[in-house]
């Protein structure tokens, strides 16, 4: 195991949560050093331009704890990249009448697009597998661009990293809240989307940012109530639709993106995509029952008062 700086203010409030948020988050970052999304900076090596300030915010799902890096230092340096999502108002252009969709959401989105570099080609290193108990196994795998040994510093890979605990790392691919961090995931979403359109029956995919909706037309039929309302052309078609799932499912293993298991929705002519609940039995755009519970609790304050400063009006908006 790495050694640890001496740590102070042990009485401080935020000390214990600091530690246990520390402790949660070893996993994450000993499986991101061994996939090279964290690449470990020794002495012998290049640091990096910049050091990021960083953190843990809480989360809903194990581990519990995001690390979290400040990106505006860095900002500023950064290009413009061009980005198209799709806002929630197409989905109006996507979906038709009794059509069936499925939600997919990419795992550690970010991480999959490790573009930058100086221009070396892949190459072989040799990646640390953290076994627990201070043993640690290294493992051949491959790295694209320069490494923090051969790193001439004037790529991406060299302008930002992180400190945690007295030792430097950086990052192979551009982290939530930098200025370019979506635009290499995009451009892997259009690839995609552009490549699901071929299959058959054709998936017509709207994507934001890693959250996907692929939507697959129902042949064309008469009015009905659909596959719950006992539709025999509705029914007589999930098989395909269900199959061709599968064949996505089996794409994105193939491509190596790594879809979250427990979200999405499943298919069905009924789906949620963004917060929006979708209906294409009843042509109906809905709120889901928990959005619109966080919805009414948000607005309760403005029900409750007959005056409010800005701030407060702006925290509720």
């Known amino acids: 195991s790495l050694p640890t700086k001496r740590m102070r203010f042990p009485n401080h409030p935020s000390f214990e949560r600091n530690v246990r948020a520390k402790t949660d988050l070893r996993p994450t970052v000993a499986s991101w050093m061994f996939s090279g999304i964290l690449e470990y900076v020794g002495p012998a090596a290049v640091d990096p331009a910049i050091t990021l300030a960083s953190s843990a915010a809480d989360k809903k799902s194990d581990p519990f704890f995001r690390l979290v890096t400040d990106g505006r230092p860095a900002n500023p ?16 252009d996507v979906l038709r009448p009794r059509s069936y969709s499925f939600g997919s959401d990419i795992s550690d989105a970010y991480h999959l697009v490790a573009l930058a570099g100086c221009g070396f080609p892949p190459q072989l290193t040799s990646r640390p597998a953290i076994l627990g108990h201070g043993r640690v196994e290294w493992h051949p795998g491959w790295v694209i661009g320069c490494t923090p ?14 400190e945690i605990d007295g030792h430097k790392f950086r990052f192979a691919a551009c982290q939530f809240g930098q200025k370019t961090a979506g635009s290499p995931l995009n451009a892997l979403a259009l690839a995609i989307a552009r490549r699901v359109r071929l299959m058959s029956p054709p998936i017509h995919m709207l994507n934001w940012v890693d959250d996907f909706c692929h939507v697959i037309h129902t042949p064309p039929h008469a009015p009905c109530d659909g596959h719950a309302g006992g539709c025999t052309t509705c029914s007589d ?81």
């Open 77 to 92: 340096m950064y290009d413009d990249w061009g980005v198209l999502f799709d806002p929630v108002s197409h989905l109006g």
């Open 149 to 162: 040994e051969t790193c001439r510093g004037l790529c991406d890979k060299s302008m930002c990293g992180i």
């Open 237 to 317: 078609f999930l098989p395909s639709v269900l199959r061709t799932r599968e064949k996505w499912i089996s794409l994105a293993d193939r491509l190596g993106i790594p879809l979250s298991a427990d979200k999405g929705h499943p298919p069905g002519q009924t789906g949620v995509h963004c917060g929006i609940a979708f209906d294409t039995v009843r042509g109906l755009l809905l709120i889901p029952p928990e959005k619109l519970e966080s919805l009414v609790s948000a607005l309760q304050p403005l029900l409750d008062t007959e005056s409010m400063s800005a701030r407060a009006l702006s925290s509720i908006a």
